[in-house]
């Protein structure tokens, strides 16, 4: 007997035991059936009964003809009879599974018709699958053939039914039926996004949504609640779906005024080295969607990344999703975003980096204020190496060109092929006013001169006859970068521009203020008009308190310059001007969410005229305005410019 059952441990995986704890039971065999089942006897925890069954070749279970076992009792109960029920759980769920062939089924309809014809039987696993195949069965689109009221009471009495099941699920259920919800709720928030409603995403989002922003936080509250419950069963997939599926929502729920979430990553602390690449990034993923933040998560998610040998198994979007919540949670890890950094490097190309995942990279190194030198130039490498760039999103241009100007890290070929692009656009690409501001703004803070690029975008703003949907930090930005690279495009600031700066006049911060003088002076230079008698004194006085002040102002300046702005969703605000370049849009894709950031000023660190390494970085606007608050002549080269200000600085 012993040697058989050192036989049968070595065929099977087993659960560790004490020895003498196994409890065999052996039936009459045959070929293709189980020749033996083990228990393991324990008395402290009932869940770690399990049955385990040592097979030959192509076996399958058929259920026991002849029983031999040892008395123990589990508990309360006889070793028996928990087996029994045990096996009898079992052999019914494959019955009611082979009753529910959802396989079957060609759209929603159908399913729940099935759901609704066995409601009373359905087995926990039938409920989690159903609910996967209404999620998939739904990006199908396909006619319905009842009417939306019938839907309606069927999608009411299954949620009825999920929700009084929930006491019978294990984790694995439990984070399936979350997830397949929450999946449900983003495709019919999508769909009244894109304007494209069919009858299912009315008749669902009656009952999985409270508003058209907030889910139905019945069903998500039980559910959070019974994931409370089942924590700590729960493994590293588990933990990250079930994160995942309420960072979709965007709802974080509190059980007992705890924050599930909380409770989420302190277990997933106890057990991060078990999670996968995957499981790691959309953890941090979806913290950072919920804008929750938990240091040690992070710190421990960083560590483990850290300590691996090298990111091998981490694919493209693993690395973008990861370094994008931490720069969008505000979190440094200076070893983690190294180790990213060097393993991207070391790859042999980034051909299977998609656009987004390179601008999302980018963007969160320029955000968490790391220099990344190999980095940069290997993507923008990638990027000139492209043929064509048409698969790159508005979104994702203007985060890339922002990215190289916020790390002051020059890449020629990349801003002319990027220029290039925008330039030649035929109006299919769709820019917000916050990419416009954020591309010129990039091009003049790196003193990249394309007139080409500036003279669409120019010419595109001229054509709108309102400009209210830009802020004012886009006009200040606009106006600052056409005058810093001294592109003259004077049909961009016409009437309609003047009009947008009286109706903001009261917006402008200091910074702005001052930018605006900058292109007003410019302006006159080109015989153009410039700001409006209703707001030019005050520009003209923050110009002057800028320049006369320490370098205390610019400080609490570039405080404001890392400004992120959450974009919405695409078409969120339909009502938005077009422009030539392209529709104004919004845009966000789940677990590949670009945020985009926004800069408020131009960044220009305080100037010493006492030293010609800090005039060089000033540029030539910048210099003639100091030469005319000095007096002196402003005609010239920039090297002119310079010259004379330092002849100058003995008498300053």
Known sequence: ?????????HKCSLISAPRGSWNMMQRRTSLDAPQMLILPYSSRDSSSCGLLTARSNNAVTNGWQQLHFRSARFGRLPLLQRW?????????????????????????????QLVAKHIHSLHPNQTAAAWTFISKLMMKDLRCQQNRFELEQQMRSFLQHTTHSLIRCNPRQLSTITLTIAKIVGNIREAHQRR??????????????????????????????????NLPRFDARCLSNTAYAYALLGYDPKID??????????KSIE?????????????VWSYAK???DNSRLFQSVGDNIVAMDDLRSFNPQNLANIVWAYAKNNTTHAGLFQKVGDGIVAMV????????????????????????????????????????LSSFKPQELANIVWAYATNNLQHPNLFRKVGDVIASSDGSKVFTTQNLANIVWAYAKLDVKHPGLFKKIGKSIGALDDLSSFEPQHLANIAWSFAVTDIDVPVAFNDAFTRALVQNKNEFITMH??????????????SNTGLPESIRERCEQAFKTSRSSSSAPHDECSSILHETINVPKENHLPECNEILVGNISYEDDGLKASTAPIENTDSQPSINPSKATDLELMTVPELKDLLRTKGLKVGGRKEELIARLLEEVPRL
Not at 271 to 283: G, K, R, S
Not at 513 to 526: D, F, G, S
Request: net charge positive; proline share 3%.
């Open 257 to 266: 005024e705890r924050s599930l979430m909380g409770g989420i990553a302190e």
């Open 349 to 388: 190309d980034l051909s299977s980096f998609a656009p987004q995942n390179l601008a999302n990279i980018v963007w969160a190194y320029a955000t968490n204020k790391t220099r990344h030198h190999g980095l940069f130039q290997k993507v923008g490498d990638s990027i000139v190496a492209i043929n064509d």
């Open 84 to 112: 029994r029920s045990t096996t009898s759980y079992q052999s019914n769920s494959k019955k009611q599974t082979d009753r529910l062939p959802l396989d079957n089924c060609r759209n929603v309809d159908e399913v729940l």
């Open 196 to 229: 494209r409603v069919n009858i299912y995403h009315q008749a669902f989002g009656k009952v999985l949504q409270e508003s058209s922003s907030n889910p139905n936080q019945g069903i998500f509250h039980a559910l959070a609640k019974a994931t409370d419950a």
């Open 513 to 526: 203020l001052t930018q605006l003088y900058r292109w007003h002076v410019w302006q006159i230079e080109k």
């Open 1 to 9: 007997m012993l040697l058989a059952t050192r036989q049968l441990r």
């Open 290 to 292: 919920l804008n929750v």
């Open 271 to 283: 057990c991060i080295h078990q999670f996968e690449p995957q499981h790691l990034a959309n953890t």
